[in-house]
């Protein structure tokens, strides 16, 4: 009799494409894995409303959501819709009790409001921390991991990054986190298992311990 397959769904974090997960490989025999891509949100839409549309792609029952960084967020919207078997964030926060003190600042003055692109710089890793010392290698995979450049998404991102107000998670949530992260720094992040020298692009740069680890902790074992 053979295995019924767990379904895996991946979402990746602000902007970026799901080529950011172009190097995890989970056992075919036991796995099947599937890319969640952003939408455009619609006017004025709240993040609870977009997740309730982006829980219309999981075409599956009992599955695997893992999001990274902002993406980390939706699927904790989205598990509201979903009931994921396990849900799993990378590089991500839980509440608002994690988030950096420079996305609360931005959140109480509004800074968000008025100048999003620089506040987006600093948000999203890609820009400002993830890749090389030449402009040139940084644009490379700037251009190959980011897809969305809408101003009405980013704008909107930002905003639903900053301004989360979730205070209670998952009990059984996971979250997996780098020491070195410069977006969400370590010093806030509670009960997650912690990659050493992990900066913010874990899920590209530290790969193999993902190939190694996420079928034991998607299995509970």
Same mark, same amino acid.
């Given at each position: 009799?053979?295995?019924?397959? %767990?379904?895996?769904?991946?979402?990746?974090?602000? $902007? @970026?494409?799901?080529?950011?997960?172009?190097?995890?490989?989970?056992?075919?025999?036991?796995?099947?894995?599937?890319?969640?891509?952003?939408?455009?949100?619609?006017?004025?839409?709240?993040?609870?409303?977009?997740?309730?549309?982006? /829980?219309?792609? %999981?075409?599956?029952?009992?599955?695997?959501?893992?999001?990274?960084?902002?993406?980390?967020?939706?699927?904790?919207?989205?598990?509201?819709?979903?009931? @994921?078997?396990?849900? %799993?964030?990378?590089?991500?926060?839980?509440?608002?009790?994690?988030?950096?003190?420079?996305?609360?600042?931005?959140?109480?003055?509004? $800074?968000?409001?008025?100048?999003?692109?620089?506040?987006? /710089?600093?948000?999203?890793?890609?820009?400002?921390?993830?890749?090389?010392?030449?402009?040139?290698?940084?644009?490379?995979?700037?251009?190959?991991?980011? /897809?969305?450049?809408?101003?009405?998404?980013? /704008?909107?991102?930002?905003?639903?990054?900053?301004?989360?107000?979730?205070?209670?998670?998952?009990?059984?949530?996971?979250?997996?986190?780098?020491?070195?992260?410069?977006?969400?720094?370590?010093?806030?992040?509670?009960?997650?298992?912690?990659?050493?020298?992990?900066?913010?692009?874990? %899920?590209?740069?530290?790969?193999?311990?993902?190939?190694?680890?996420?079928?034991?902790?998607?299995?509970?074992?």
């Amino acid at each position: 009799m053979s295995q019924e397959l %767990i379904h895996v769904y991946f979402m990746p974090g602000m $902007a @970026a494409s799901p080529k950011i997960f172009e190097y995890i490989k989970l056992p075919e025999t036991q796995f099947k894995m599937h890319f969640l891509e952003w939408d455009i949100p619609l006017d004025n839409e709240e993040l609870n409303d977009y997740a309730l549309r982006m /829980s219309k792609k %999981i075409k599956h029952a009992d599955v695997v959501l893992v999001g990274v960084s902002f993406g980390g967020v939706l699927v904790q919207q989205m598990d509201k819709y979903v009931k @994921a078997r396990k849900l %799993i964030i990378v590089s991500s926060v839980k509440s608002v009790f994690e988030l950096p003190k420079r996305m609360l600042l931005a959140k109480t003055t509004g $800074a968000y409001k008025i100048v999003p692109t620089q506040l987006a /710089s600093k948000i999203d890793v890609f820009e400002k921390y993830a890749f090389g010392k030449t402009m040139a290698k940084r644009l490379e995979l700037y251009k190959k991991y980011l /897809s969305v450049n809408d101003p009405k998404y980013l /704008s909107w991102a930002i905003k639903n990054m900053v301004c989360w107000e979730q205070k209670q998670p998952r009990k059984d949530i996971v979250h997996i986190h780098g020491d070195k992260d410069p977006v969400f720094p370590i010093k806030y992040i509670k009960n997650c298992m912690v990659i050493k020298g992990g900066t913010h692009i874990i %899920i590209i740069n530290k790969y193999k311990w993902f190939n190694e680890n996420l079928p034991k902790i998607i299995l509970g074992q």
